[in-house]
């Protein structure tokens, strides 16, 4: 997630915007990231065209343990979309 958060802000930087993530929707509830390191960084995420989203998008397990999935290449291309908006 965190690389995520800075390729959307150097694609924005890219296009002449300000590398502020701007909330798209609010964020998600997540029941498995307190006191994750990240956690702050995956609940931005989420607010932010649903980059970081739960297992197979249903419920509300994130599981940042995980190894990569499609749903890794399902958030970056969530992440491109938002910043081409």
Do not use: H
């Not at 701007?22 to 964020?27: F, G, L, T, Y």
């Not at 932010?48 to 419920?59: F, L, M, N, P």
């Not at 999935?69 to 979309?81: C, E, H, I």
């Amino acid at each position: 997630m965190a690389v995520r958060r800075r390729a959307a802000e150097c694609g924005l930087s890219a296009r002449g915007m300000q590398p502020n993530l701007v909330a798209k929707e609010p964020s998600q509830t997540f029941s498995n990231i307190q006191n994750y390191w990240v956690a702050s960084i995956i609940t931005q995420m989420s607010s932010y065209c649903s980059v970081a989203a739960a297992i197979k998008e249903i419920g509300d397990r994130f599981a940042p343990n995980d190894s990569a999935k499609r749903n890794y290449a399902a958030a970056t291309l969530r992440m491109l979309k938002c910043v081409n908006a």
